[in-house]
């Protein structure tokens, strides 16, 4: 799938969904789901493919290492995001749509709102797609791994 097809069907969620707290991505999600699983079942993989790339390029020390917005720990210190949560946080942003993924690179200040959404939905729609379209469950290894740290070049504190 190309990237400006990637964009357009995600920048239809940040239009069906607030994007400032993802409320109502759930049902965008589900929308986006039918609409892709109408797709020719490479293009699916395709978008499978880039949100696995645009997440895996969001998973960065300097994003991962802010702490979640409005919460801090018993004792007044900066509460951590978690890995699960870091990974929902790229979600966000890239549910947020092109403008805002393009925008945070260079500037964590502009990801740190989204260290307190959790946008998880995101995750699956590819996989509930193709499902939907072959009775199948999607098996498929995207080539970038997007679980947090995996990004060597994103974490070089963390490189073997």
Known sequence: MAWERF????????????????????E????LTGILSR???DQIIGF???LAEA???????????LPVLGMEQPDGSPFPQSDDGFLYARAAVVAAGRRTYESVFGHPELFAPFT???????????????EQATG??????TRYDYESCSNKDGWPDLRD
């Open 136 to 141: 199948e469950e999607w098996e498929h290894l």
């Open 39 to 41: 797709e020719p079942v």
């Open 28 to 31: 965008a999600c589900t929308h």
């Open 48 to 50: 499978g493919e880039r």
């Open 7 to 26: 964009w357009q069907l995600v920048d239809g969620l940040g239009r069906e969904a607030g994007t400032e707290t993802c409320h109502g991505l759930e």
């Open 116 to 130: 307190a959404r959790h946008c998880e939905q995101l995750l699956y729609v590819h996989e509930e797609a193709f």
């Open 55 to 65: 997440l895996y390029r969001l998973d960065r020390a300097d994003f991962g290492t």
